[in-house]
């Protein structure tokens, strides 16, 4: 006769738990957005300091509190005859109206230079040429051409995004493997069908990679936009403000343009993850 014994507790406690049991609490949260709030603490607790202890003088690193007031003033009261809602409009329409252009363009045109090299010779050498150029090399021939309105502005925005979303669509056109294509026109896909449910689909990724290095460039360009006959804009403002050494309304500017950056690259995220739900599942 066998005499089944309990376990004692200490044997209890010491059997191995169950393969995917986990204690409730802080170990199932994952370290991202922690390490994000550490680093921006951080870097917020480091401007404090050199501003508090007078590292180096208020006029090239403001204290955040004087920052914080020039926000509030400018929201409230305005800056030059605009308000802070008002510069920040007439930036994101100058931002966002080439950046929709550029991507309504540039997008088919790098289909079209990846998928026929005919294409290719006739356009790549002229965006190999202008793509490395530096925006004000080429803004006063704008200026010129197109006047100092919005228009001359837009365009250089648009010129500034293209290269991006043009190289990153030929790149996806190219990354497609010769196996998925001839395994499309063997069940009877015709060229056209092949580009729609093969080709493009598999661009996908690149295409929004490269929407958001193209929002980055457009971005790094608007200062410069607002540079000639420009009286509005969050780069019209910030560069106003170093005519007068106000560093804190330079800073204020620059923490906008950064955020609503930001803004405009988690819309881009948002839409890919919706579009292309398949990325990084393969």
Known sequence: MVVSVPPTRAAARAAPKPAGHRRPGLAGLRPEPFLTALTLISVFLVWYAIARFRVVSELFVPHPASVWQAFLDILTEGYRGGTLLHHLFDSLYRVVVGFLLAVATAVPLGLAIGYSSKVQAIFDPIIEFYRPLPPL?????????????????????????????????????????????????????????????????????????????????????LVAAEMVAATSGIGWMV????????????????????????????????????????????
């Open 137 to 221: 090399a080429y803004y006063t021939l704008l200026v010129i051409w197109l006047g100092i309105e919005n228009e001359s502005k837009i365009a250089l925005l648009y010129l500034a995004a293209f290269p991006p979303l043009s190289v990153s669509a030929m790149a996806g056109v190219r990354g497609v493997t010769a196996e998925r294509i001839q395994g499309a026109q063997s069940l009877g896909a015709s060229r056209w069908q092949v580009f729609r449910y093969v080709v493009f689909p598999s661009c996908l990724p690149d295409i929004f990679t490269g929407m958001r290095v193209s929002v980055g460039f457009t971005y790094t360009t």
């Open 239 to 282: 560069l106003d403000a170093s005519k007068f050494l106000r560093s804190d309304v330079i800073f204020m500017g620059n923490i906008v343009m950064g955020l609503t950056g930001l803004g405009l690259d988690r819309l881009i995220r948002v839409a890919e993850r919706r579009v292309v739900p398949w990325k990084g599942k393969a």
